[in-house]
């Protein structure tokens, strides 16, 4: 059957999929709405973690990053920091956010630290970092429409935004849950297969992360030792030790990664969704379980790929592809001017290399590399069909479940917590819906004009999240002498320093005319990048809550009872709304 | 009662520093700062700081949280003070 054809098919029958299941698991309350009831399965809840959590960012746009553009090891940097924070929020945040039974993140900092002040800096921190991060998505159910509709990446960005919204304001808030774990096995199959193909190709391993470690059938040497050997012939460094800036941008880095998978609010409303503090705790490592099988997948999918483009574009050193004879995926991606060729010698070969003067594929989105995996190895179009459907289940379960913790937070936190407190349950429901549809137009709009490839984009909301909303949650809990002052003050200068940081590096709101300082090496701060400013922001934050802390009074009795409440595990009541 | 909590407590925070100490010196040092040095020995075809940094590392979060999972289950059983 022809692939256009297949994959309409493969798309269209888990989009029903996922639309009978919300259809079926819809909520009936504001509880079910919010939190699910609380009665999910500490696994299911695992399973779903891992769809919200894996976006478009870690399916598409990831190995791309760390084959391409973070040159192999460099790209550690979202490996290690995309799931070392599962760790932290295991130990330090869901455990007890679960015993404190509330809905969102706001919530708990304005009860913690008794003020709407604290809960208003709360909602800002988190609507930036998330805005943020829905931005990165876009850029991601671009790509992936843009090939899938075969099209330009504007149009499939439009198409992309359309179905977001449908999904989102009529459908995804309902059995968000139980859409979500649908959603994710249809990525992880999705991920895996093309994986497990390839590997079984290349070395005669099936399992990936075997076979990155494996000979080639074909000569005998090990993958990694070719690819060093293949990239550094083109003058690319090597594969295996060439690291993404210097030692401490790489460090800063993952710290950022870290900490702002802790503090991302809708990561964190996840564990509010399980019956126990136990089921919190255990949660989160089923999560990572479901998240560590795709991320172990990654660094194989990423060096095979790389290898395997190598070899399509020069088959044996000097002999170059003729692109008369380029291959049908070449052409596919040319159409959506992902994919850029320039004959700069005349001589109607395809040269790559890491010179910039001669270098010929003068344009390869790295955001490309997965979708185009399956056709560059000439799997099955069946496999094809699959990835651009896996690649739509990322990004949709992600951007619904960003949008569900934006919208919470405006209609939640800010319209019924503080300005409005008697509206009615529906005029709550109506006010997250139109708040949703904005934030759909926001990030459309701005994923026209993205500050980066979607991984990088989403790296930025992780130094928003590492800098405000993380340091703010754990002192609460394991610092009771915190008060509003200090958390407040904290969590400002935090988020107020990365930002700056970012700004003038990448353009206000990521418009790259209006930044003041040019996004290049010499005028980072100690050679971190922006994307990387997360952690640094973070210690700005610990330090400055100390320091306005120590000079004010400590708070209320209630207040550091709450804190002794949440601190022991017995007698967790269900989530509740006030 | 407070002693009781306060006990308890002091047993999580413990734990947790201890186990956050591994969370860091495995990726942060082993996969980072001295990554050059561990790549000297090889694991199959992986250089072994390049696997702890791509690999090794997150299997060993797994196994970090599922252990803090079990010790503070029998924490909280040792030290239960009534509730569920």
């Known amino acids: 059957m022809e692939l256009q054809t297949l994959t309409y098919i493969v798309v269209g029958l888990t989009f029903a999929t996922y639309i009978g299941i919300a259809i079926w698991a819809r909520a ?13 399965h500490p696994i299911a809840n695992g399973m779903a973690t891992g769809a919200d959590w894996m976006s478009a960012a870690s399916f598409i746009s990831m190995a791309g990053l760390i084959g391409f553009s973070y040159q192999g090891y460099g790209g550690s940097v979202f490996l290690l920091g995309w799931t070392g924070g599962y760790v932290l929020l295991a130990m330090c945040l869901a455990p007890y956010l679960r015993k404190f039974g509330k809905f969102t993140v706001p919530e708990f900092i304005g009860d913690r630290y008794y003020s709407n002040t604290a809960k208003v800096v709360a909602v800002i921190c988190l609507i930036l970092a998330s805005v943020t991060y829905v931005i990165g998505q876009m850029k991601g159910i671009g790509v992936a429409f843009s090939r899938f509709l075969e099209t330009s990446y504007e149009a499939g960005l439009t198409a992309g935004m359309v179905i977001v919204f449908i999904y989102a304001v009529l459908g995804g808030m309902k059995g968000i849950t139980y859409t979500q774990i649908a959603q994710y096995v249809v990525l992880i199959f999705a991920y895996t297969i093309p994986a497990i193909f390839i590997s079984l190709e290349l ?8 076979g990155l470690g494996s000979t080639l059938v074909s000569d005998g040497t090990y993958v990694l030792d070719k690819l060093n050997q293949v990239v550094t012939e083109l003058g690319f460094a090597e594969y295996t030790t060439s690291t993404r800036g210097s030692t401490l941008n790489m460090f800063v880095y993952t710290m950022s990664l870290m900490i702002g998978t802790a503090g991302l609010p809708h990561v964190i409303i996840r564990f509010f969704t399980v019956p126990s503090v136990k089921d919190a705790r255990k949660s989160a490592g089923w999560a990572l379980v479901f998240i560590a099988i795709l991320y172990t997948t990654a660094p194989a999918v990423a060096g095979m790929a790389r290898l395997n483009l190598m070899s399509t574009i020069e088959p044996t050193p000097g002999n170059y592809l003729a692109y008369d004879e380029r291959p049908q995926w070449f052409k596919n991606w040319e159409t959506t001017g992902l994919l850029k060729y320039e004959d700069k010698n005349d001589d109607g070969l395809v040269q790559y290399s890491a010179d910039k003067a001669t270098n010929e594929m003068v344009k390869i989105d790295n955001d490309i590399l997965v979708l185009a995996n399956p056709e560059i190895a000439r799997l099955p179009n069946w496999v094809i069909a699959l990835v651009a459907a896996g690649g739509l289940a990322a990004a949709l379960s992600t ?6 913790a934006i919208s919470s937070a405006i209609s939640h936190d800010l319209l019924k917590g503080i300005i409005r407190p008697d509206i009615s349950e529906k005029a709550e429901l109506n006010a997250s819906r139109i708040a949703m549809g904005f934030t759909v137009l926001l990030a459309g709009y701005l994923g026209f004009n993205p500050p980066d490839f979607a991984a990088g984009t989403v790296a930025l909301a992780f130094g928003l999240a590492a800098s405000s909303i993380f340091p703010a949650i754990m002192l609460g809990i394991f610092y009771k002498r915190m008060n509003t002052a200090g958390a407040v003050a904290g969590m400002l200068s935090g988020i107020g320093v990365t930002l700056f940081y970012v700004f003038q590096h990448k353009g206000i709101m990521f418009v790259q005319s209006t930044s003041f300082l040019g996004d290049l090496d010499p005028n980072w701060f100690l050679g971190i990048e922006p ?3 997360g952690a640094v922001g973070a210690v700005v934050n610990f330090v400055v809550a100390f320091a306005v802390c120590k000079i004010t009074a400590e708070p209320p009795k209630h207040v550091q009872d709450l804190v002794d409440f949440i601190r022991a595990p017995h007698g967790a009541g269900d989530a509740t709304s006030h | 009662m407070k ?7 002091k047993a999580n925070v413990s734990l947790i520093v201890k186990l956050l100490i591994i969370w860091f010196v495995v990726p942060f040092l082993g996969g980072i700062v001295f990554v050059d040095t561990l790549n000297q020995i090889s694991l199959g075809g992986y250089p072994l700081g390049f696997w702890i940094a791509q690999q090794g590392s997150i299997y060993m979060f797994v196994v970090l949280i599922f252990y803090y999972a079990k010790k503070m289950s029998d924490l909280d059983d040792q030290f239960s003070n009534g509730g569920e």
């Open chain 1, 531 to 533: 994307n990387a400013f």
């Open chain 2, 3 to 9: 002693n009781n909590a306060e006990a308890y407590w």
């Open chain 1, 28 to 40: 009936g309350s504001t509880k079910e709405f919010y939190v699910a009831g609380g009665g999910v």
């Open chain 1, 203 to 210: 070395t005669g391993n099936p399992i990936p992360q075997l």
């Open chain 1, 399 to 404: 951007a619904a479940g960003l949008l569900l």
